[in-house]
């Protein structure tokens, strides 16, 4: 019945309900209770009740879109229209694991280009050093992946493509 909306551009904010679907309105930190609209809003915790979920139990914000449940807007007002390209990349520094397919289309159905280039990554394939030291301590994909977004646990969501190394081991 309620729809969330997400906003690329401000997406940290946005997002912020993930955090919240264990904390109330009013100990977010964000809204203000004693706004005249306050009682108005409905709990995180129950606009994202029947949400799909991933194996960890974080929301799958992929089969969330598919279902209609999110209809992620470009800006704020919503006048603008989400450009997702469709430019898939494996990133093959993955040591004995297999590599990791990197979707543009799925992130950027979601997000938009700015959340991420240039400040989290320079938009060249291998011109960043990415592992996995850097992703738990919230950088690189760990901005989201861990906060907003599932993480490290479930290795086989990003390390999706068999690699001949990882195969010999
Ligand atoms: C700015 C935030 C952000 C960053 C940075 C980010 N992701 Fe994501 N990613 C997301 C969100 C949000 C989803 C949707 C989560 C879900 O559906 O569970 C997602 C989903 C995924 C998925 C699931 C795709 C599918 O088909 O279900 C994979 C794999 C993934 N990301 C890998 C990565 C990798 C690898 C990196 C770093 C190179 C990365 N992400 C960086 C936000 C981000
Ligand atoms: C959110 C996506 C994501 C998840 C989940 C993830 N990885 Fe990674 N991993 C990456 C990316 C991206 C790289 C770097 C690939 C590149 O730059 O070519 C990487 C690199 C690595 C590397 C080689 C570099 C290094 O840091 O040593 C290892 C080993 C690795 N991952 C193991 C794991 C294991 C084990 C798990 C599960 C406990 C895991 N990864 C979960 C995205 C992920
Ligand atoms: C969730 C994060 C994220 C978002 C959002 C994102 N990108 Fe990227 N992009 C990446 C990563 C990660 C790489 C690969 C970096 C690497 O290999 O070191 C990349 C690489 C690229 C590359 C280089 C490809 C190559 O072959 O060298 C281009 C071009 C690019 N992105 C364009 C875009 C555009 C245009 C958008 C918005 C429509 C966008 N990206 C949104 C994460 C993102």
């Known amino acids: 019945m309620f729809k969330i909306l997400i906003i690329g551009g401000c997406l940290m904010f946005s997002f912020s309900s993930f955090a919240a679907e264990v904390t109330t309105l009013k100990a977010d930190g964000i809204h203000d ?17 029947d949400f799909p979920r991933r194996t960890d139990g974080t929301i799958n914000w ?4 598919d279902q ?3 209809s992620p807007r470009s800006n704020k007002v ?12 494996i990133l093959k520094n993955t ?7 990197f979707s543009h289309k799925v ?10 280039h240039v400040e989290i990554f320079l938009p060249k394939q291998g011109s ?30 990003c390390h ?10």
Do not use: W
Request: charge should be positive; hydrophobic fraction near 40%; proline fraction near 3%.
């Open 107 to 116: 992130h950027t159905q979601i997000l938009t280009c700015s959340n991420c």
């Open 128 to 157: 960043n050093f990415i592992n996995m030291n850097n992703i738990m301590a919230g950088e690189q994909c760990g901005v989201c992946h861990g906060a907003v977004a599932f993480g490290v646990q479930n290795c086989a969501e």
């Open 78 to 89: 919503g006048d603008g229209k989400m450009t997702s390209v469709n430019l898939d990349l």
């Open 160 to 169: 999706s493509v068999p690699s001949k190394k990882g195969a010999l081991r």
């Open 62 to 65: 992929v089969k969330a879109l």
């Open 33 to 49: 209770a004693s706004g005249a609209g306050f009682s108005k809003l409905q709990e995180p915790k129950e606009a994202l009740s």
């Open 68 to 70: 209609k449940l999110i």
């Open 95 to 101: 040591g004995s694991m297999p590599y990791v397919l």
